[in-house]
């Protein structure tokens, strides 16, 4: 147990969303000694950062981004055994500490990111003069995801935070007695609010900033729930053909149209409900 909070920590200090699904996976498992599991994965962030491994901001985020989100997930679902409600509580948190993880290192992290870009503009100008027209492609490229690391990088943490939740959830469901049924996952209506604030922002010119990031934060929630239509209808037919599941996960990963889709399926969802086709109209 204590290796695997080593690992978990290890893992979590290099790519946080894999972190997010291997700290919750087996803090699962371990979660009789859960205090001792956090206690060894909080000992390792500290000792990386004592040896000068970890800057200040990964850290925190791991500890707190990682490590708190996890803890709570567990502990919430242990005690409540509800997958939805462990979920989305543990997601608010997520939010809340990207939210202070931008007001605090904000200077910071568009400092690293502006570092990043610069040296890799120089790596593209020192492979790809030979090629202007490449040169200048993968500069615009750089050029427009700028901004991920900066402006939307709230969204963007988030985001892969919330994913790395849910789909650690849905391992935990797999070893668990209790299940997550897939089909029925609906989210609170409330998230119709959030949605029609983060688009009032986006019109207004001063706060389209804070608009876009709270977009890109609350798109997973109506994924998530556009998948679980899909499988409410076609849940059995993907069952018997793993070739088209996998075939499925791969456009989604690809084809943005085919995410947008199944969230704009998410979103309706949550107003007329689809499942009650199949059910002669009642809820």
């Known amino acids: 147990m204590i290796f695997l909070a080593i690992v978990a ?160 959830a849905l391992l935990v469901s797999h070893r668990s007695k209790e299940k997550w049924q897939i089909k029925q996952i609906r989210m609170p209506f409330a998230f119709i609010y959030l949605l029609i604030a983060c688009l009032a922002l986006f019109l207004v010119a001063n706060a389209q900033k804070y608009g876009i990031n709270g977009l890109i934060i609350i798109a997973p929630f109506f994924l998530f729930q556009g998948i679980s239509i899909l499988f409410f209808f076609w849940g059995d037919f993907f069952k018997r053909s793993k070739f088209l599941s996998i075939v499925l996960i791969g456009a989604l990963l690809i084809n943005p149209y085919l995410m947008i889709l199944i969230m704009l399926i998410g979103l309706f969802d949550i107003w007329f409900n689809f499942r009650k086709i199949n059910n002669g109209g009642q809820r």
Do not use: C, H
């Open 9 to 168: 920590a290890l893992i979590a200090a290099i790519s946080p969303f894999a972190g997010m699904i291997f700290t919750i996976f087996f803090g699962f498992k371990n979660q009789s000694k859960l205090y001792v599991f956090f206690g060894a994965f909080i000992g390792t962030t500290v000792l990386l950062y004592y040896s000068k491994i970890l800057d200040p901001i990964r850290v925190m985020d791991t500890i707190v981004g990682i490590g708190l989100v996890s803890f709570l997930f567990i502990r919430n679902f242990v005690s409540s055994l509800r997958y939805l409600y462990s979920f989305i509580s543990s997601a608010l948190v997520a939010v809340g500490y990207a939210l202070i993880r931008q007001v605090l290192f904000y200077d910071l992290i568009k400092q690293s990111a502006e570092t990043f870009i610069t040296e890799y503009d120089k790596f593209l100008v020192a492979n790809f003069t030979s090629n202007p027209e490449q040169l200048e492609l993968f500069q615009a490229a750089v050029g427009q995801i700028k901004p991920l690391f900066t402006d939307y990088y709230v969204g963007v943490w988030s985001s892969l935070m919330i994913t790395g939740l849910f789909i650690a």
